[in-house]
C-alpha cells in the first residue's frame, strides 16, 4: 500500500521522509491520475478540516475514491463534537488527572505527531487521544476548572505551526509510522489481504487461548490473509487492515467496542460486530430481543426499584439473578429466599436501573452451539463445577474452577437443542455466536447468546481440529471479497 501525504501547499512540506509521496491539495482534488490510484493510504495535513474547505473535501473524495484517508470523515466530524470531546474527556478521565497533575497554570495544550509527544510523561495520554482521534498532527487544549482537568477542543496543527526545534521529532515519528515499525508482530510474506486479531494474553477469561490464536494465525496465513495480533493501543492503526477479529472479552463501554465501531467505519469486515456486541453484552437487551421472537428461555423479569416483591411469587425461589453486564458466570447469583433476593436486587441497582431474574432451571450441564455466518460448527456440554450450580466456580483469591467439558460433532447434538440455536442468534446477526441452552422439562430454553464464545485449543476445537479455525477464516475471506467487489456494503 503506497502512502501519500496532501497539504495545502508544497512549500509548507519541509520534512524528507522516503518512500512518502507529497502533493498539494488542489492536484489531488482535481488531477485525474490521484482519482485512478488504487491501494493508498493519505496522509491529510491541510491546515483546517472544516467543512467545505479543501483539508475536508480530501478526506471525502479519498474515501469515495477507496483511498484511506487519515483522518477519515467520523474523526473530523468527531473533532467538532463537543459532545465527543466532553464523552473522551471523561473516559480518559484518570489518566488525564495522573499525567497533568504536575502542571501549575489552569490550561495547556498538547501536540500529539502521529501519536506521540516530545516530552515522555506525556506519551501516554498523546497515544490515548490519537487512538480516539486519529489524526497525524493533533493539538488539544486542556483546561482546569476546580481543581480537575478538562479536555476542551481538539484541532489539527497546521505544518507552519510546528516549531522548527520539534521538526526532528516529526520526521522520527512520521517515518516510524509510516514504516509500520510499532507493528507488534511483522508480516513474513506478501498476502492478499490483512486481518488484525484483538487479542489480550493477560486476561484470565479471554475467549481464545494462545494457541487457539496461533490456529487462527495459522489458518488465515494459508488462505492468503496475513493475520496480526494487535492490542488496545493499536487503535490508531485499524485502517491498515482488511478485517477485525476481536479475540477479546466484549462490552459496550469498551475499547472493544470502540474497535469494532472503527473497524466498521474504516469499512473493514468485523466480527464480532459492534451491533452484535450491544445485543448480546447487555442482558436486559437480550431478554426483550429473545421475548420478542418468542425463542424459549427460562421465565424472566425484568426487575427494578418498584417491583422486587413480585419476583419472588412470579419466579419462585430459588431465583437467578444476573447484573446486565454479567460475564461467564460473574455478576450472575442465586437467591434461596427474599431476605437475599432484596439484598442482592439492592446490591446489582447501585450498578444498574434495571437487573435479570430468571427461575432457576438445575441441569448437569449447559449445551453450547457455536456458530458462524448462521451455519453451526460444534456444540459442547459444559458441566457444572464440582459441588456448584453454574460452569464457572470462584474461589478464595481469585482462583476459578471450570467444570469438565465435552465436545462433540454438531451432526449429533439433539436436533432440537440446534434449532433452538439457530432460532436465537437469528434476530442477532451472522456473526460468531456461542448460544447456551438448558434441557429441562423436555424442553429446550435458551439461556442467553454469546457474541464472543470460547474457542480453546484442546476444548472447543476437539472434534474439528484445526478444520475449525480454517472454516471461521474462510468467512471472513469470503466476506472481505464480497466487499472488495462491492457485493456487500460497507
Known sequence: MSTLIVVNNISEWKFHIPGVEVTDARSYLTQPRFGSLRGVKLFNLCRSYRYQT??????????????RPCPNITTIQDMKSQTMVRFVSDDLDELIQSTLAPIQSAEFTLSVYFGRNLAKRYDRLALHLFNLFQAPLLRAHFERTDGRWQLRQLSPIPLGEIPQSHHPFVIAQATEYFAGRRSSVRKRVPTKYDLAILYNADDQLAPSNRRAIDKFVKAANSMGLGAEIVGRDDYARIAEFDALFIRETTQVNHHTYRFARRGATEGLVVMDDAESILKCANKVYLAELLARNKVPAPRTMIVHGENIDEVGRTLGFPVVLKQPDAAFSQGVVKCADERSLRERVEQFLERSELVIAQEYLPTEFDWRICLCDGQPLFACKYHMADGHWQIIKQEGGGKLDFGRFETIPVEIAPRQVVRAALRAARPIGNGLYG??????????????????????????????????????MAVFLRRIERRKAGLEAA
Do not use: F
Open 435 to 472: 448460544v447456551d441452552i438448558k434441557q429441562a422439562r423436555g424442553q429446550c430454553y435458551v439461556i442467553e447468546v454469546n457474541d464472543n464464545p470460547n474457542i480453546d485449543a484442546g476444548v472447543e476445537d476437539k472434534i474439528l481440529k484445526d478444520e475449525l479455525y480454517r472454516r471461521i
Open 54 to 67: 479543501a483539508g475536508y473535501y480530501v478526506t471525502l473524495l479519498a474515501q469515495a475514491r477507496g483511498h
